[in-house]
């Protein structure tokens, strides 16, 4: 079942610009990660923010997450040509008599031009 | 510390004939995952052990697809027969938690069935 969906599909940037990309999701979540794909090296965990939190840094990445518009974003600053990747929102929910799990919506497809 | 491993990388087979894929996890991660990504979607959960109990295996096609993980390390994921729409990368990830944390991805095997 598809519970997060990123926007935009895609995106193509200059290097050296910001890249924003947007995840929307329908049900409450306990957190919410974001990952980073592409040909080299797989499917790589980027972040990780709870739902109790509203913004998280980790070195040109910056998340945000508004719980009460089921929504995140994830900003990358100063974008490199290695940052050439698909990028998954990831929503963490509670499922009935089971433990927690991860869910991944079909992700956004970012391209850094030279 | 080492990744996880799958094997074998590629593999295309014929429909109807069957399959099986390999996974090592992280050392001392006693949850593992298989998933199945179509191209251009993101990663879909099929099945979730906790050592060698199965906690999730709601979206496994238990007609063709099985599983298992008999020592709490190794696993392996088969499907008999394979069908044209099983054509997919099938990952697997552990995590040292159980629940909605971080994984690691190991680098997939793709396939194709003709």
């Known amino acids: 079942s598809q519970q997060g969906e990123e926007d935009p599909q895609a995106l193509s940037i200059q290097e050296g610009e910001n890249a924003t990309m947007n995840c929307s999701y329908k049900?409450?979540?306990?957190?919410l990660q974001w990952y980073r794909q592409n040909s080299g090296r797989g499917l790589v965990h980027l972040i990780l923010?709870?739902?109790?939190?509203r913004e998280k840094h980790s070195g040109r990445l910056r998340v945000t997450l508004d719980t009460s518009k089921k929504s995140s974003s994830l900003l990358i600053t100063a974008s490199r040509a290695a940052d050439t990747a698909s990028y998954f929102c990831?929503?963490?929910?509670?499922?009935?008599?089971?433990?927690?799990?991860?869910?991944f919506g079909k992700g956004t497809r970012l391209h850094i031009l030279p | 510390e080492a990744g996880v491993a799958q094997s074998p990388r590629y593999k295309i087979i014929e429909k109807r004939q069957s399959v099986a894929f390999w996974c090592n996890p992280i050392?001392?991660?006693?949850?593992l995952y298989w998933y199945q990504q179509i191209l251009g979607q993101g990663p879909k959960l099929l099945i979730q052990?906790?050592?060698?109990?199965?906690?999730?295996d709601s979206q496994l096609p238990k007609d063709r697809f099985s599983a298992e993980r008999l020592k709490g390390v190794d696993s392996t994921l088969k499907i008999q027969p394979a069908k044209l729409e099983d054509s997919a990368v099938y990952l697997c990830?552990?995590?040292?938690?159980?629940?909605?944390?971080?994984?690691?991805f190991g680098p997939g095997t793709r396939l194709t069935v003709t």
């Open positions: 990830a552990s995590s040292a938690r159980q629940g909605a944390y971080e994984q690691y």
């Open positions: 049900t409450s979540i306990n957190n």
């Open positions: 923010i709870r739902s109790n939190e």
């Open positions: 990831a929503t963490g929910v509670s499922i009935l008599n089971r433990d927690d799990k991860i869910i």
């Open positions: 050392s001392g991660h006693a949850t």
């Open positions: 052990f906790q050592n060698n109990g199965v906690v999730d």
